[in-house]
T-cell receptor, first 113, second 113 residues
Framework: NAGVTQTPKFQVLKTGQSMTLQCAQDMNHNSMYWYRQDPGMGLRLIYYSASEGTTDKGEVPNGYNVSRLNKREFSLRLESAAPSQTSVYFC????????????FGQGTRLTVV | GQQLNQSPQSMFIQEGEDVSMNCTSSSIFNTWLWYKQDPGEGPVLLIALYKAGELTSNGRLTAQFGITRKDSFLNISASIPSDVGIYFCAGQLFKAAGNKLTFGGGTRVLVKP
């Protein structure tokens, strides 16, 4: 009963380092999303993938890239991490694009020093 | 972009109390959603509202979609310790905004010592 699985759960990076956050869902959902959560600001959409093979920018895409590797997996890449990217990152999936019944992963807490 | 103002930012509850929180927007939404986030977990959908004026319950939770489509409230009746967490409202505007969800900053519910 995994649902949406994110790895890693915690990560510390130095400024300028790169890394990829992994996300996989086992619910056969078409759409997947990456959000970041900052104190007092709710969740902000970084990128989304309405279906396999497509990706689109969300509200705060700068400094990130994504890959929809297949229907199950949607990764988020930070090419050159900055302290402003310190945040908690959530992956989510839904049956169709922006369907309100989105299921979230447990989050990745990223600190950039 | 659109902003959702959620209040209060935090509140203390005593077991058995009724509590209320609300969300207001400068713009209208087609859908209002309420999520709860437990520590170390991703948000979980509690209630979805699809029509202006709609009042919907889910156990001890009741939420309403404001008539103006610019606000919503969530009530928790007879609160219990497991109600602690962060509650987020989110609004969705179809098509014009790509069906994107806009989240409020959250209401942190804590137990009175």
């Amino acid at each position: 009963n995994a649902g949406v699985t994110q790895t890693p759960k915690f990560q510390v990076l130095k400024t300028g380092q790169s890394m990829t956050l992994q996300c996989a869902q086992d619910m056969n959902h078409n759409s997947m999303y990456w959000y970041r959560q900052d104190p007092g600001m709710g969740l902000r959409l970084i990128y989304y993938s309405a279906s396999e093979g497509t990706t689109d920018k969300g509200e705060v895409p700068n400094g990130y890239n994504v890959s929809r590797l297949n229907k199950r997996e949607f990764s988020l890449r930070l090419e050159s991490a900055a302290p402003s990217q310190t945040s908690v990152y959530f992956c989510a999936s839904s049956v169709r694009n922006m369907n309100t019944e989105a299921f979230f992963g447990q989050g990745t807490r990223l600190t950039v020093v | 972009g659109q902003q959702l103002n959620q209040s209060p930012q935090s509140m203390f509850i005593q077991e058995g109390e009724d509590v209320s929180m609300n969300c207001t927007s400068s713009s209208i939404f087609n859908t209002w959603l309420w999520y709860k986030q437990d520590p170390g977990e991703g948000p979980v959908l509690l209630i979805a509202l699809y029509k202006a004026g709609e009042l919907t319950s889910n156990g001890r939770l009741t939420a309403q979609f404001g008539i103006t489509r610019k606000d919503s409230f969530l009530n928790i009746s007879a609160s219990i310790p497991s109600d602690v967490g962060i509650y987020f409202c989110a609004g969705q505007l179809f098509k014009a905004a790509g069906n994107k969800l806009t989240f409020g900053g959250g209401t942190r519910v804590l137990v009175k010592p």
